[in-house]
């Protein structure tokens, strides 16, 4: 009630509303490659570290006052990167990538702390881009659960369709599984349809 | 961390180690020796509970050990059986979350 209030006054004031889209999905989706390919764009500077091993990112990283200007209107937002969201994280899985066990299993605390704060910030954020490796299927606990969960908060969110430049890679199939919500498939690493993604980040969180 | 030390009853003459005393009313059951000493079997590292982030800990079957801080602090469910090893209840965390915002 609090909140409809609060967009009534902005609205009557003519104040602009602070955006913050969240960038969520599973480790290695390629979260924080979007998060730099965003911020390359329209900052000028990348957000975060980007790396072949599962859960590199295990902190919440903000970029604020972002301006994507697309076809001469504005959007204004703060772009959150968080952590992976996962049900399980086990040590192991960090093994073949050259980490000892000590240091495996630092990272896999760290990864779910990660994920305990990237749900909490769920209550911060206005808006989601829900990035998904169209190589795997979307189909998994973590995506159905997010996705839900945005439903009930009325939260507004794109699913992005990441690693289109893959050859096993199906942006058709998120589609099919996601029917009723807008599916941008992109190479964020590639940079390829990034101009459709601005086009629709504009029309859906202004 | 901390040490955990499990005592048991060791045969002086075969060495052999029992936990219970009850199996021990008609002697040694290996060899049948009347004498024993009181020892340590092993002893297990064990995390503190400021280390672990788990809330619920599974250290065999049956016999399960709840951290209450975390689960007080961060309104989370997650479980463990091994260090490193971590299975986290999304649904409790964003029920919760939630609940709260309306």
Not at chain 1, 3 to 15: A, G, P, Y
Not at chain 1, 92 to 121: D, H, M, Q, V
Not at chain 2, 30 to 48: A, I, V
Not at chain 2, 61 to 82: A, C, H, Q, W
Request: with cysteine; proline share 4%; charged share 30%.
């Amino acid at each position: 009630m609090n909140n409809f209030f609060k967009t009534l006054l902005d609205r009557l004031l003519r104040r602009r509303r602070k955006v913050k889209i969240g960038l969520y999905g599973h480790p290695n989706s390629g979260k924080t490659t979007l998060a730099n390919t965003i911020c390359e764009d329209w900052i000028g500077k990348p957000l975060g570290v980007i790396s072949d091993i599962p859960h590199e990112t295990r902190t919440v990283y903000k970029q604020e006052e972002v301006v994507i200007e697309k076809d001469g209107a504005k959007l204004y937002f703060d772009i959150i990167d968080t952590p992976g969201v996962a049900t399980k994280v086990d040590y192991k899985n960090f093994l073949k990538y050259g980490l000892s066990e000590r240091e495996a299993k630092e990272r896999a605390k760290e990864a779910t702390k990660g994920i305990i704060e990237a749900i909490k910030w769920l209550d911060d954020v206005t808006g989601v881009l829900l990035v998904m490796d169209s190589a795997e299927d979307p189909l998994t606990q973590a995506n159905i659960t997010i996705i839900g969960n945005l439903e009930a908060r009325k939260i507004p969110f794109l699913i992005i369709a990441n690693k289109i430049d893959l050859p096993e890679s199906s942006a058709d199939r998120i589609s099919a599984v996601f029917p009723q919500h807008t599916v941008v498939p992109i190479s964020a690493l590639h940079r390829e349809n990034i101009e459709q993604l601005y086009m629709e980040m504009v029309k859906r969180f202004r | 961390m901390r040490r955990l030390v499990i005592l048991v009853h060791q045969c002086i003459n075969c060495g052999a180690k029992y936990k219970s005393v009850a199996e021990l009313s008609e002697g040694c059951p290996k060899c049948g020796g009347r004498y024993f000493k009181y020892t340590h079997k092993k002893r297990r590292e064990d995390k503190s509970p400021g280390d672990s982030i788990e809330t619920i800990m599974i250290h065999e079957n049956g016999i399960y050990e709840i951290n209450l801080t975390p689960l007080l602090k961060d309104d989370s469910i997650i479980v463990s059986d091994e260090e490193g090893k971590y299975v986290i209840d999304l649904n409790f965390l964003l029920k919760k979350n939630l609940k709260k915002r309306f």
